[in-house]
């Protein structure tokens, strides 16, 4: 069947037809995109009401009106009186006829090019489960899968994640092969995201008196045996207390000497970003706590003080339910193809990454060193974070699942002032 020539040019999501071809030319659209769209101001009813206002203008301005009334006997029709039977009969000299006859020379709102559009409220359930077959549902409360891992992650993503190295040998490689076995429970649905986030943070945690590489290895297998065991609480606990000794308790103003060994460190990882960062912003502002108070400004010019995570709140807007308008009309839908994620695609994806670290505190060279340096055990893993992916881009995954998993950590910074 041969496709459908349209009538005009206009193919823009939200074109309206105010100066296309059909109007040029002094005709009514009849086979274009923004009148399926409902939005063409060129269709055969506005043009005919338009034509009806033209004439009944020109017909008040060859003397059919009726003289200017007296300034006693103007209808208000913009006051805000309600209009009723008794006021209009007191506010008029006559009697006002009844309210389902309007004059059609008394109008409060002047006629617009645009089309009316129904004032509806969107139901936006309804549209994604038409279009993805479940409609939106966000749990703010606890996970269903297993409340406990939800609030150990809590903690665990207040730290500041400063992780060792995946060591080599066979401590990196049963490191490697306990990732798999996690990401294998999430792939199948059995424990949340927040339990193999959990695992690599209290795994790998820094410890300020353990620096030597035979020293890490002992430590990191010894927290490999405690998770076996399900010491998971103490584990967390012993994460949050290698974090807090590794704050720094006052600042210190770093000479050229370290400046320049963070830039050759930086630029030996491969990250030329980060490395020129560190040295135009060195000495700028400073990465602020949730709980810090800073002065901020008000509206009518007093400055006042509030805690960064209120502050940052204030700028988050709230969610809105988007305009009948910002949404496509279509009467069928395209079918779904499932995406296909193998481990070669994971390796090479795994090969080009590169960015810091999120809530977890696992940044772009440590999924680079589990998926590629150990061998057979990294090819185990690349398959599990497949079949991860396969499970988020071809199914409908429980919020509660992921909720972890798709968490982004918000970083304010001293803008001097602002943040």
């Not at 020293?215 to 998971?232: A, C, N």
């Not at 090969?351 to 810091?356: C, E, L, N, R």
Request: glycine share 6%; with cysteine; charged share 20%.
């Amino acid at each position: 069947m041969a496709a459908t020539i349209p009538c005009c040019k206009c193919n823009g999501s939200t074109a309206k037809c105010k100066r296309c071809d059909c109007v040029k030319k002094k005709r009514p659209c009849t086979n274009c995109l923004p009148l399926r769209n409902g939005y063409c101001c060129n269709t055969v009813l506005l043009r005919q009401s338009r034509q009806k206002k033209t004439s009944s203008s020109q017909d008040s301005s060859h003397g059919t009106h009726v003289d200017s009334p007296t300034p006693s006997s103007i209808p208000i029709l913009s006051s805000p009186i309600p209009n009723s039977p008794s006021q209009s009969s007191s506010l008029s000299p006559n009697p006002c006829p009844p309210a389902s006859h309007t004059p059609p020379t008394q109008t409060a709102i002047p006629p617009s090019d645009n089309p009316p559009r129904p004032n509806t409220t969107v139901d936006i359930g309804h549209l994604l489960s038409r279009a993805f077959g479940q409609g939106a549902s966000m749990s703010t409360g606890v996970g269903v899968t297993d409340g406990c891992w939800y609030k150990r992650w809590l903690s665990i993503v207040s730290l500041s994640g400063s992780h060792y190295h995946l060591p080599g040998g066979s401590v990196g490689r049963k490191y490697v092969d306990q990732l798999t076995h996690e990401l294998s429970h999430f792939s199948a649905g059995n424990y949340p995201s927040e339990r193999f986030i959990i695992f690599s943070s209290v795994v790998l945690q820094r410890d300020r008196s353990v620096l030597k590489g035979a020293d890490i290895r002992r430590v990191i297998e010894r927290r490999l045996i405690m998770w076996d065991k399900g010491d998971f609480d103490l584990l967390v606990q012993e994460a949050e207390r290698c974090d807090r000794s590794l704050r720094p308790r006052t600042k210190f103003n770093h000479d050229k000497t370290h400046t320049a060994t963070v830039f050759t460190r930086l630029m030996l990882q491969g990250k030329v970003k980060a490395a020129v960062r560190w040295l135009s912003d060195n000495t700028k502002g400073k990465v602020l706590r949730p709980d810090e108070k800073i002065p901020v400004k008000l509206a009518d010019g007093s400055t006042a003080h509030s805690s960064v995570v209120d502050v940052l709140r204030n700028k988050h807007p709230d969610s809105q339910v988007p305009p009948h308008s910002a949404l496509l009309s279509c009467d069928s839908l395209p079918a779904f193809e499932d995406v296909e994620v193998t481990g070669n695609v994971i390796q090479r994806a795994a090969s080009v990454i590169q960015g810091s670290a999120g809530p977890g505190g696992c940044d772009a060279s440590h999924w680079q060193d589990a998926l590629l340096r150990y061998g057979a055990h990294s090819s185990h893993l690349r398959d599990q974070v497949a079949s991860v992916a396969r499970r988020l881009a071809n199914s409908i995954v429980p919020w509660s699942d992921i909720r972890g998993f798709v968490a982004s950590r918000l970083i304010a910074l001293d803008k001097n002032p602002g943040v």
